[in-house]
């Protein structure tokens, strides 16, 4: 079954870099949208990012552009977020999640598949 | 950025209860919605797509209905695994957006 196993998630200082990967298995990841979503504690969902299947389109919220960027490495099955200049509002579970279904459906998709998530703390 | 807003934040039902959760988008997001269950330490679960489409799997107690801007969840006879935290989730345009959340709790 789909499995999307994150890490790189800890304690880090304001103004620091992180970097985050999750690795997917058992799907044919260059066929697929990816996204990272975090959720700081106690809150709700928050979109961060999302990479297109081949890499060549990536969109950011707006309260990581130009901080975070989104990669993939499709020979690799990896997927990571490169977090720069820290924040203490970045603190939460980041979840790597995949579209329901691939580039060849044509319609909008939803995400359809999560990872457990990995938490970034952000304080001094 | 378009805006979900959720109602209720909390709800308190019993076993047996039909609920219904609300999300509001703040322009049309035609059908583009999404509903999300979610317990605690765990990640979201997909339960409708396409504001009205059962994801495999997800019990036919649970329908999704709305277009544009009014949007609705309801559970038809509330079960003991229900009690969670549910979502909806804009994937009309980027950046997507989520509700706030509404927490089902034990009556």
């Known amino acids: 079954q789909v499995q999307l196993v994150e890490s790189g998630g800890g304690v880090v200082q304001p103004g620091r870099s992180l970097r985050l990967s999750c690795a997917a298995s058992?799907?044919?990841?260059?066929?697929?949208?990816m996204h990272w979503v975090r959720q700081a504690p106690g809150k709700g969902l928050e979109w961060v990012a999302v990479?297109?299947?081949?890499?060549?389109?990536?969109y950011y919220a707006d309260s990581v552009e130009g901080r975070f960027t989104i990669s993939r490495d499709n020979s690799k099955n990896t997927l990571d977020l490169q977090m720069n200049s820290l924040r203490a509002d970045d603190t939460a579970v980041y979840y790597c999640?995949?579209?329901?279904?691939?580039?060849?459906?044509?319609?909008?998709?939803?995400?359809?598949?999560w990872g457990q998530g990995t938490l970034v703390t952000v304080s001094s | 950025d378009i805006q979900m807003t959720q109602s209720p934040s909390t709800l308190s039902a019993s076993v047996g209860d039909r609920v219904t959760i609300t999300c509001r988008a703040s322009?049309?997001?035609?059908?583009?919605l999404a509903w999300y269950q979610q317990k605690p330490g765990k990640a979201p679960k997909l339960l409708i797509y396409?504001?009205?489409t059962l994801e495999i799997g997800v019990p036919s107690r649970f329908s999704g209905s709305g277009s544009g801007t009014e949007f609705t969840l309801t559970i038809s006879s509330l079960q003991p695994d229900d009690f969670a935290t549910y979502s909806c989730?804009?994937?009309?345009?980027?950046?997507?957006?989520f509700g706030q959340g509404t927490k089902v709790e034990i009556k």
């Open positions: 989730q804009q994937y009309n345009s980027y950046s997507w957006t």
């Open positions: 058992a799907f044919t990841f260059s066929s697929y949208d």
């Open positions: 322009q049309s997001i035609s059908n583009w």
């Open positions: 999640a995949r579209e329901l279904t691939g580039f060849w459906d044509s319609s909008k998709r939803p995400l359809g598949y």
């Open positions: 990479i297109w299947y081949d890499g060549n389109n990536k």
């Open positions: 396409k504001a009205s």
